[in-house]
Structure formats: structure tokens, C-alpha cells
């Protein structure tokens, strides 16, 4: 598709959401000798902001909500903050604000990430003392709730976020419930394997890990406080707080019926970082980054991805901030990431590199299970695709390096220090491209 | 003064704690956590725990510009 506008180098950067991609993104065109205009607008009012501390050590360690991240000085940027973007028209290159402003742009970055899913019944989620964690303010609302000891809080969903806030409860004195409906927690990123080994850990701290139980009903008491949960075999757990963890929804919505192509998955976009229109030809001059993009992965045989996690919000936004200056596909490049994010609960440090999910098989490399300290590889037709390590960070960039390299599964041993491996299945559910 | 770690390439091997204590700690045998928003009484403190991660896994920015809000909350 010639676009010829797109080879004259752009005056106007216009990025709609104000977090860590959006943030990402502009540090990266000012670096690259943009000296054009850079608007970022975002809904919330805070200046962008990192999120993972918020179910981490804000809590626990009582310190400040306020996880402004870090800024050169030298951004020159135009902000609108606390105004939501409302609309695109891709034609006449204009963004529209909900406050009545339109900016026209050259290049359009959107990176408006995700909002934590409610509770699916809106009279119950309203309930006085049911949460839900995504952002500063949710962060705000939790820290009085859980320093006034709520007698037991019941966090709705055993993923990284429900398992970091039960880890964070506990290490507060706290009696907590998590309420899972899959076999173990953290299957979806983690595999059967080591989620059921984490099922282990969880309860070996105290928690109340209610596993393959779904939430029926939360109920109130005569205050309109919240009181308890039914469960749907007809148990009962009484709770003071409720925390919803059912993971999180894409802000597309104020994309839709514009000519872009989104769907439950996020907004579309090819490897360029370039957001794809309705018939799947780019949209000139709009990109997307971050928890919002649905994106083909080149490591995951070009098969589409949503990934939510920290260092592909910044990579990407960097790729397309590279891509947004580059004039032509010539120019370009294709964000190659390969996706990795930690998480902490527990005392465990976790951290993956590679996208464990896709995998049909595994084997611990490194460490023993027993030991809490271990590194376990995944693999995919017969190549290693990732690995994962329960507090033996140190090992992972050699085999992040073997990944790379595209080594055969299990990693040829002697390649790195190890002991014998055995394959096991790596407990996935099927893959969903 | 602000501080963010790029946890995927931290290593835990504790620099920044010895460098600044007040603001990185190491929980377990390997969990950084630090205070993202830490007194400025420790800059410089937090400038050599910067130059001491041996992966450069740390920013921190002593004067953030002031932003203004659009908001009329
Ligand atoms: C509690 C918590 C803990 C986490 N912990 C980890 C972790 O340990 N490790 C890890 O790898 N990842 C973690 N993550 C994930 C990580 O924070 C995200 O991947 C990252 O924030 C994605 O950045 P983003 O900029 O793409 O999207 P977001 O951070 O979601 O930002 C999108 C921004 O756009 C705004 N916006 C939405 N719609 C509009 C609109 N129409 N107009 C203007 N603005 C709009 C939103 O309000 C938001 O400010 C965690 C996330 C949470 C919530
Ligand atoms: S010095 Fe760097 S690598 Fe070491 S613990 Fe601190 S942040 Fe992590």
C-alpha cells in the first residue's frame, strides 16, 4: 500500500494512553531525534505510572500508591491528562478527545492498554468492600481496607495478580481465600506442572486455595457491606473484603465501528507494530503497543499473541516508536520479542522468558522442585521455546541465550551445567491462535 | 525522586541494596523490592546503586517535571 504522506518525516506524534507503552514510546522518539510535536493523552489523571508494585511492596511495605515512573527531563511533552480519547478518523488523520478537542496527527500510537475485568454482576461488584486492582486509585481503595484487618479476604481468581495480593494478605497476618476454578493457580501462564507445585507453596503459606471452585453469589449483609461468598456447590465462605483477579479487559472499545480491526483479543496490528484496518492493510500512520496489541510473534511461528507484561509494553513501544519515524516498510523493522515477565509472591521469585504456554512438553534443568529453587525448560516440537525459574534467576539468560539460538528440547546437555532431564507434558491447555 | 526497576533483567544479586539500603531490599533470596518513590534525602545513595547494577537495571530521575492535569477534579 503506497501511503505517500508517510514519507515525509512527521511534526505530529499523537499517543493515546498515558502509561508505561505510551511513556515507552516517547522516550524512545526523542531519542531517535524526533523534535516534532508529542501529545500523549491519557484518562487517567497521573502522569504514567508503574503498575506492578501495586500488588507487590506498596502494599506490603506501606509505601506511597505514588509509582510515577521515572521521566527524563528533556521530553518536551504536550499532556492531556485526566481526558479520555474518544474516537479516530483514520481518513482525516484526527483524534477526538471526550473534553471536544481534535488533534490531527502524523502518527498515532495506541497504547491503551487493559482495565481489570469487574465482577460479570454489576449490583453484587458494587457491593461496599469488593474490589477490584488495576490501577493507583484501586491501589488507593485497597491500602485502608486491608490496615484495618478485614477478618478474611477473598480474592476472586488465582492468577499472578490474585496469588501476589493472597502472598501480600499473609505477610500481613491476614486470613485470605482464593477461589480458582481451574485445576491450579496460575495455569495459564505456568503450565499444570509448576502450578500445581505453586498450589503447594500457596497452602504451605496459610492460604485457604480453593481450587476447580467457582463463585456463585457475593452477598451483603444488612449494612451493605459485604459478607460472604456462595460458592456453586453450595458451600458458603464469610469474607469482610473481596478482591476480584479475573484478569483483564482490552480498552478497544472507543476503536470500534472506526474502520480498525479489534476484537475481545485487543486491536490488530502486524509485526511492524502497525494497527491493521478491517481488511487487514495497515492503517496509514496508526500504530499500537502494549497490553492493547494483538500481534503475530515471529517465535510463536507467526501465530497472534496478546502478551501482558511489562518488558513487551516497552519493547514494542520502542519498535513502534522506531517504525512510527521510519517513512517506508522499508525502514522498518519487526518487533522479534521474546516475551518474559516476573512475578514475586510468597518469597518466589518467578521469572519467564519465551512463551511457556504454546509448550507440549518440559523438564527441570536446573535445581530440584523439593528444594523451591529450580529451572524448568519448555518445549515445542522438538525446540526449546522457554523457561522458567523459581528463585534461581541466574540461570536464565543462558538459557534465554538458547532459546534464541533456537536449541533443540531438551537443550543439549553439557551445553549448559545440568543435571539429567526427564520430559514430562508440560500441562497447557491447547493452544488458541 | 522516582525510581523503577527493569525487574526482567535484574539478576538479584543485591548491589543496590548495599548502595542504598533505605530504598532496595532483598526479600527471600532474590526478590528486589524498593520504594518507587524514595525521600531525596537518598539521592545519592540511589546514584551509586545505579552505577553499581552490573545490568543497568535501574532508572531514576531526581526532579520529574511537573505535569499538569486536564482534569478539573
Ligand atoms: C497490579 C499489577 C501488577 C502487575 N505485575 C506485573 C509483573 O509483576 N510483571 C509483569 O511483567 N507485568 C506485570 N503487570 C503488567 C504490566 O503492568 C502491564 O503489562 C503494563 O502496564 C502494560 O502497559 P500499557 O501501557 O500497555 O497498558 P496500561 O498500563 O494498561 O495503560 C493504558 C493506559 O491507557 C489509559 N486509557 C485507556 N483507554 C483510554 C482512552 N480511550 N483514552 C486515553 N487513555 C486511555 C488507561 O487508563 C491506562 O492509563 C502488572 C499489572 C498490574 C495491574
Ligand atoms: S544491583 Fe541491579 S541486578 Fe542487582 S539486585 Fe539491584 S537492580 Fe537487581
Same mark, same amino acid.
Request: hydrophobic share 45%.
Given at each position: ?29 526523542? %531519542? ?24 507487590? %511492596?506498596?502494599?506490603?511495605?506501606? *509505601? ?7 521521566? +527524563? ?30 488533534? @490531527? ?11 481489570? #475485568? ?17 490501577? #493507583? ?23 499472578? &495478580? ?40 500457596? #497452602?504451605?503459606?496459610?492460604? !485457604? ?23 456453586? @456447590? ?5 469474607? @469482610? ?34 494497527? *491493521?484496518?478491517?481488511?487487514?492493510? /495497515?492503517?496509514?500512520?496508526? $500504530? ?26 516497552? =519493547? ?12 517506508? &516498510? ?7 520479542? *521474546? /516475551?518474559?515477565?516476573?512475578?514475586? %509472591?510468597?518469597?518466589?521469585? &518467578?521469572?519467564?522468558?519465551? *512463551?511457556? @504456554? ?46 534464541? =539460538? ?12 545440568? +543435571? ?14 | 525522586?522516582?525510581?523503577?526497576? !527493569? ?27 524498593? !520504594? ?25 530521575? $531526581? ?11
Amino acid at each position: 500500500m503506497a501511503d505517500p504522506s508517510s514519507f515525509a518525516p512527521p511534526s505530529r506524534i499523537v499517543v493515546a494512553g498515558a502509561s508505561l507503552a505510551g511513556l515507552s514510546a516517547a522516550k524512545r522518539l526523542r %531519542q531517535l531525534g524526533y523534535s516534532g510535536d508529542l501529545v500523549l493523552i491519557g484518562d487517567e489523571p497521573y502522569p504514567p505510572y508503574d503498575r506492578p508494585p501495586l500488588s507487590k %511492596q506498596v502494599l506490603t511495605r506501606r *509505601l506511597s500508591t505514588d509509582t510515577t515512573l521515572p521521566q +527524563p527531563r528533556d521530553l518536551d511533552i504536550d499532556w492531556r491528562l485526566g481526558v479520555a480519547a474518544r474516537g479516530v478518523d483514520l481518513t482525516a488523520r484526527r483524534i477526538d478527545l471526550a473534553n471536544g478537542d481534535a488533534l @490531527d496527527y502524523d502518527r498515532l500510537l495506541i497504547a491503551t492498554g487493559t482495565r481489570a #475485568r469487574p465482577w460479570p454482576k454489576p449490583d453484587e461488584a458494587s457491593i461496599d468492600g469488593v474490589l477490584t486492582l488495576r490501577g #493507583r486509585d484501586d491501589a488507593d481503595r485497597l491500602v485502608p481496607r486491608l490496615a484495618a484487618s478485614p477478618g478474611r479476604v477473598l480474592i476472586i481468581g488465582g492468577g499472578f &495478580i490474585g496469588c501476589e495480593l493472597a502472598s501480600c494478605c499473609r505477610e500481613m497476618g491476614l486470613a485470605v481465600t482464593i477461589v480458582e476454578s481451574e485445576r491450579v493457580p496460575m495455569r495459564r501462564a505456568l503450565g499444570e506442572r509448576i502450578g500445581a507445585f505453586m498450589a503447594g507453596v500457596i #497452602r504451605d503459606h496459610g492460604v !485457604d486455595l480453593r481450587l476447580g471452585a467457582m463463585v456463585e453469589r457475593i452477598e451483603a449483609d444488612n449494612a451493605g457491606a459485604v459478607a460472604a461468598v456462595m460458592l456453586k @456447590d453450595g458451600k458458603r465462605i464469610g469474607c @469482610d473484603l473481596i478482591i476480584v483477579a479475573l484478569g483483564a479487559v482490552r480498552n478497544v472499545e472507543w476503536l470500534e465501528g472506526l474502520g480498525l480491526l479489534t476484537s475481545a483479543r485487543g486491536l490488530r496490528c502486524d509485526a511492524f507494530c502497525r494497527a *491493521l484496518r478491517a481488511n487487514e492493510s /495497515p492503517a496509514p500512520g496508526v $500504530f499500537a503497543a502494549g497490553d492493547v496489541a494483538h500481534w503475530p510473534l515471529v517465535a510463536n511461528d507467526g501465530h497472534l499473541v496478546t502478551v501482558e507484561h511489562w518488558g513487551n509494553a516497552v =519493547e514494542q513501544a520502542r519498535m513502534a516508536a522506531h517504525n512510527m519515524l521510519a517513512g517506508d &516498510i522499508t525502514g522498518m523493522r519487526i518487533h522479534q520479542h *521474546l /516475551p518474559d515477565f516476573w512475578s514475586s %509472591q510468597f518469597g518466589l521469585n &518467578i521469572k519467564c522468558v519465551g *512463551l511457556a @504456554d504454546s509448550a507440549e512438553e518440559m523438564a527441570i534443568a536446573q535445581g530440584s522442585v523439593e528444594g523451591r529453587r529450580f529451572l524448568a525448560v519448555f518445549g515445542r516440537k522438538g525446540r526449546t521455546i522457554a523457561a522458567l525459574s523459581i528463585n534461581s534467576a541466574r540461570w536464565l539468560p543462558a538459557y534465554r541465550a538458547l532459546i534464541e =539460538e533456537g536449541a533443540p528440547f531438551p537443550p543439549i546437555e553439557g551445553a549448559v551445567d545440568q +543435571p539429567r532431564m526427564r520430559k514430562e507434558a508440560a500441562g497447557f491447555a491447547s493452544i488458541d491462535t | 525522586m522516582k525510581v523503577v526497576v !527493569d525487574l526482567n533483567r535484574c539478576q538479584g544479586y543485591g548491589q543496590c541494596v548495599y548502595a542504598a539500603p533505605k530504598v532496595f531490599q532483598l526479600k527471600g533470596s532474590e526478590i528486589l523490592a524498593y !520504594d518507587p518513590a524514595p525521600s531525596d534525602q537518598w539521592r545519592d545513595e540511589v546514584e551509586r546503586a545505579v552505577h553499581a547494577c552490573p545490568v543497568r537495571a535501574i532508572s531514576a530521575e $531526581f526532579d520529574n517535571p511537573p505535569v499538569e492535569s486536564a482534569s478539573t477534579e
